[in-house]
């Protein structure tokens, strides 16, 4: 039976190309079989010196081992060793390629080994990319390498199904679901406004519109609420006032119908999480919760750690990292921002007002939301709060909502 060593050198004597491809890493083996090594070498000058020849015919590389060896007489070992070669079958093809490509494999796990215990053992740093390249480098000789392209093959009615047919889950303003189709999986939409706007208290009032809805057909994923910005208590609070639809006063004189209440429309599936400040954090909750939707407030204070990129950059990153993140997890990602200076007093703030959001947020998101007011002194606008959604995958629009902060409540305007 064939020996791996057989198998390979049979391949390179039949083939110029195959050698031109695998035989250098394969010389480069360590601790190879001496006859191979020496077989390989000769191969390697014979294709070298004869610069059209295809494949080595048996007696030619016989005559050349001869010709070429320091050692007068060639022995007998190396012809047996040579004949074996030539009587190796090696018709299957694939099979044949899969032994070669093994012994490539074993040349760059090699040299990746190297360069760990260069890490652990001498402490040098920076090593990472050269046993990426490595990796890469392997996989562009192979015949088949990881699948990282994927052809999109069309299935109209599950295009359908998912992209017309079925709505995301309802926000809780209709003009939104009209418009952006609800919060669907894989995806990060952004609320944002001045200071005391009503941006926490509008994420709240759609956090209880997500948890009623899985309450309704039954859903385990839970929805949750990240906080880094406002206490985390009164937010729980906001939530309880969307709900009942009850200011803090009747909520204190009606405790045991406030419970009941918030059981039967959901709250019980939300979950109140505070010190969301990292990426590393958020991805914790992803994977212990499974959440259907995530909001996070503020999503622009959300840092990574030891990430060398500052200012716009990290902000780029950040969101870059979330969307990524929103599509691994099959989950909807919400992050609330407050708007600068630039914002303040408009009733449809652009998403370049935000910070950042011009060269960083805006291509990393699937929609956004503003929320703006009337500041021209008229009281007739004084509790109107001014939305715009300006970005979609689709239409755009603007709406307007009465809104009610002593119960967490808006109403649309119509």
């Not at 899969?98 to 652990?120: M, P, Q, R, T």
């Not at 009209?178 to 919060?183: S, V």
């Not at 703006?372 to 709060?385: H, I, M």
């Amino acid at each position: 039976m064939a020996t791996e060593e057989q198998i390979i050198i049979k391949a390179f004597v039949e083939s110029r190309d195959d050698f031109d491809k695998y035989g250098p890493y394969v010389l480069a083996l360590k601790n190879m079989d001496r006859l191979m090594k020496q077989t390989l070498w000769y191969i390697q000058k014979f294709y070298d010196k004869f610069k059209k020849a295809a494949r080595i015919p048996e007696t030619e590389l016989r005559s050349f081992m001869k010709m070429n060896s320091s050692v007068s007489d060639f022995g007998d070992l190396n012809n047996q060793y040579i004949k074996a070669i030539y009587e190796t079958d090696i018709t299957n093809r694939d099979l044949t390629m899969d032994i070669v490509e093994h012994a490539v494999e074993k040349h760059f796990i090699s040299n990746i080994v190297d360069i760990a215990a260069g890490v652990l053992q001498h402490n040098k740093s920076g090593q990472i990319l050269k046993i990426q390249g490595a990796i890469d480098k392997y996989h562009s000789i192979i015949r088949h390498p990881p699948n990282d392209i994927q052809e999109y093959v069309l299935n109209l009615s599950e295009l359908i199904k998912t992209e017309i047919s079925t709505p995301g889950i309802p926000f809780s303003i209709k003009f939104l679901n009209k418009i952006i189709k609800g919060m669907r999986p894989g995806q990060l939409g952004l609320i944002y406004a001045y200071v005391d706007t009503g941006k926490t208290s509008f994420g709240v009032s759609n956090l209880c519109a997500v948890a009623n809805h899985l309450k309704g057909i039954g859903a385990k994923r839970p929805v949750i609420y990240g906080c880094n910005e406002e206490d985390v208590s009164r937010v729980t609070l906001r939530a309880i006032q969307c709900i009942t639809n009850w200011n803090d006063d009747e909520i204190a004189a009606n405790e045991k119908t406030v419970r009941s209440i918030i059981t039967q429309r959901g709250f019980d599936n939300i979950k109140f999480i505070d010190h969301i400040s990292t990426i590393s954090k958020v991805e914790k909750l992803l994977i212990r919760y499974n959440p259907k939707v995530i909001f996070i407030d503020q999503g622009t204070k959300v840092s990574i750690m030891n990430t060398k990129k500052e200012g716009v950059n990290a902000l780029e990153e950040v969101f870059n990292t979330l969307r990524d993140m929103a599509k691994r997890y099959d989950t909807t990602i919400i992050c609330m921002a407050q708007g600068g200076d630039d914002c303040a007093g408009k009733k449809h703030p652009r998403l370049r007002d935000l910070y950042g959001s011009k060269s960083a947020i805006q291509g990393e998101l699937d929609w956004a939301i503003s929320i703006g007011v009337d500041d021209t002194g008229d009281s007739k606008y004084a509790s109107w709060r001014f939305f715009s959604i300006t970005k979609n995958k689709g239409d755009k629009g603007t709406f307007a909502c009465r809104f009610d902060h002593e119960r967490c409540q808006f109403k649309e305007v119509t």
